[in-house]
């Protein structure tokens, strides 16, 4: 079964770190470009950083840029996303999505994973 | 920055067809996607590439983009398509690389 399944998230206090994982299986996971995307309580759907199958291409939106740092580790199908300097606004549910080829959408999500900054 | 616009909320009636729109500068040149998000649930891709349907996807569910609008159709609606709708394009020349249009609400009366 294709599968992706975060972890990592938590409560953290405005300043602190954490870093998410997503763990892939059922599929040729360095095959295949990924995304995190976020969503606030209450709201929709925020793109939060991409990697290329071969981490070649990176890409941050600005909200994030400068604070988180997306990497991927094709030996361990495993994908991460490092937070640093959190801020209250980045309190939401994440979630790692793959990429179909030719940027034919996100066709496979996990079941996301919490984050709440607050003190 | 490229923005995608959807109307917040949709509603229809059992059995009729349900149009949620994307408006976007000249979305009919970019490849849309289209989400269906139910309340608690991570998105699931209905629609990809304006107009194809992943596998599992039921045949109700349909796409179209021209010009400044693109369109998901759902059509003999059922109380178990009542979700988030969100649609989103890729957009290489600008920044963000990712755009989501900021959802609609379908509600089955």
């Known amino acids: 079964e294709v599968q992706l399944v975060e972890s990592g998230g938590g409560l953290v206090k405005p300043g602190g770190s954490l870093r998410l994982s997503c763990a892939a299986s059922g599929f040729t996971f360095s095959s295949y470009s990924m995304n995190w995307v976020r969503q606030a309580p209450g709201k929709g759907l925020e793109w939060v950083s991409s990697i290329s199958s071969s981490s070649s291409y990176i890409y941050y939106a600005d909200s994030v840029k400068g604070r988180f740092t997306i990497s991927r580790d094709n030996a361990k199908n495993s994908l991460y996303l490092q937070m640093n300097s959190l801020r209250a606004e980045d309190t939401a549910v994440y979630y790692c999505?793959?990429?179909?080829?030719?940027?034919?959408?996100?066709?496979?999500w996990g079941q996301g994973t919490t984050v709440t900054v607050s003190s | 920055s490229y923005v995608l616009t959807q109307p917040p909320s949709v509603s229809v009636a059992p059995g009729q067809t349900a149009r949620i729109t994307c408006g976007g500068n000249n979305i009919g040149s970019k490849s849309v996607h289209w989400y269906q998000q139910k309340p608690g649930q991570a998105p699931v891709l209905v629609v990809y590439d304006d107009s194809d349907r992943p596998s599992g996807i039921p045949e109700r569910f349909s796409g179209s983009n021209s010009g400044n609008t693109a369109t998901l159709t759902i059509s003999r609606v059922e109380a178990g398509d009542e979700a988030d709708y969100y649609c989103?394009?890729?957009?290489?020349?600008?920044?963000?690389?990712?755009?989501f249009g900021g959802g609609t609400k379908l509600t089955v009366l």
């Open positions: 999505a793959r990429v179909t080829a030719h940027l034919r959408g996100m066709d496979v």
């Open positions: 989103q394009v890729w957009d290489s020349s600008s920044d963000p690389y990712v755009v």
